[in-house]
T-cell receptor, first 113, second 114 residues
């Protein structure tokens, strides 16, 4: 069965610093991978997704993630953090088209001025 | 496109009572999902529909939980004989058919069982 592990339940960075949120997955077949963001009192929003093709995917708000099959990873990065990036971030995986997403436990990102 | 709508947004109930949540998906989406989220955890899959057919149900979903999507449009999630452990945010999401596309989430229904 597929699973997702997010390393670090809380990450704190300074404004303008690099953001790196780690996600590793377990899957017996090539997965489809997603990053979602959840702002306080709001629903989850898709940041980016990897399905097939280019392994470096770009998302909204300057975020990007790279699918590394050899490392079974899909880490999320942003070169320069902004205060508005403070939120909870979830990595998710699915094996089937239209099937359920399996989510990691989330990483809370704090951005210090 | 008004997005995924969930009602009520908040529900406080006493242990042993029944509660029902409603989800209205994006109109052209034929897939609908229910998730549960507790504090500090990621969303946990409960069940999913394609049109009116319930295609998968989590083993975590006890017999006290039932979900329906009678006409392939809105869905309801009922919890009977609520327990304190049922306190959580219940999330609904929808997606169009075809491909591993994104799920569009509602803002959730928060349940507090006293």
């Amino acid at each position: 069965a597929q699973s997702v592990t997010q390393l670090g339940s809380h990450v704190s960075v300074s404004e303008g610093a690099l953001v790196l949120l780690r996600c590793n997955y377990s899957s017996s077949v090539p997965p489809y991978l997603f990053w979602y963001v959840q702002y306080p009192n709001q629903g989850l929003q898709l940041l980016l997704k990897y399905t097939t093709g280019a392994t470096l995917v770009k998302g909204i708000n300057g975020f990007e993630a790279e699918f590394k099959k050899s490392e079974t990873s899909f880490h999320l990065t942003k070169p320069s953090a902004h205060m508005s990036d403070a939120a909870e971030y979830f990595c998710a995986v699915t094996l089937s088209q239209g099937g359920k997403l399996i989510f990691g436990q989330g990483t809370e990102l704090s951005v210090k001025p | 496109d008004t997005g995924v709508s969930q009602n009520p947004r908040h529900k406080i109930t006493k242990r042993g009572q029944n509660v029902t949540f409603r989800c209205d998906p994006i109109s052209e989406h034929n897939r609908l999902y229910w998730y549960r989220q507790t504090l500090g955890q990621g969303p946990e899959f409960l069940t999913y529909f394609q049109n009116e057919a319930q295609l998968e149900k989590s083993r975590l979903l006890s017999d006290r939980f039932s979900a329906e999507r009678p006409k392939g449009s809105f869905s309801t999630l009922e919890i009977q004989r609520t327990e304190q452990g049922d306190s959580a945010m219940y999330l609904c999401a929808s997606s169009p058919s075809g491909g591993p596309g994104e799920l569009f989430f509602g803002e959730g229904s928060r349940l507090t069982v006293l």
